[in-house]
């Protein structure tokens, strides 16, 4: 099993940045594809950006295109979101996950996540 840890997450006002990352225990985090969940008080945990075992493929939510990056350093075994132009909505806990799935497969259920971050977004 994977062990991830996020780190980045904090207030920020509208129209700023934040960049999250997540360092993974596991030494062949390269197997892994890798992704963002985030959760807002109320609402379900849903998918950000997604990014696959060499970084050639990202994928996002249609709410972050555009703002979000996300990035990975296999010799690092971290993966990045970098956010730009936040908006209140953005705010949420960021969740790193990893999982052995293939690429183009759904992003519904990932097998490791991490324990969250906080993204307070301030308007």
């Known amino acids: 099993q994977v062990q991830l840890v996020e780190s980045g997450g904090g207030l920020v006002q509208a129209g700023g940045s934040l960049r999250l990352s997540c360092v993974a225990s596991?030494?062949?985090?390269?197997?892994?594809?890798m992704g963002w969940f985030r959760q807002a008080p109320g609402k379900e945990r849903e998918f950000v950006a997604g990014?696959?075992?060499?970084?050639?493929?990202?994928r996002y939510a249609d709410s972050v295109k555009g703002r979000f990056t996300i990035s990975r350093d296999n010799a690092k075994n971290t993966v990045n979101l970098q956010m730009n132009s936040l908006k209140p909505e953005d705010t949420a806990v960021y969740y790193c996950?990893?999982?052995?799935?293939?690429?183009?497969?759904?992003?519904?259920?990932?097998?490791?996540w991490g324990q969250g971050t906080q993204v307070t977004v301030s308007s």
């Open positions: 990014i696959s075992r060499t970084g050639g493929s990202t």
């Open positions: 996950t990893a999982d052995q799935k293939s690429f183009g497969s759904d992003w519904v259920s990932p097998t490791n």
């Open positions: 596991e030494r062949t985090y390269p197997n892994y594809r």
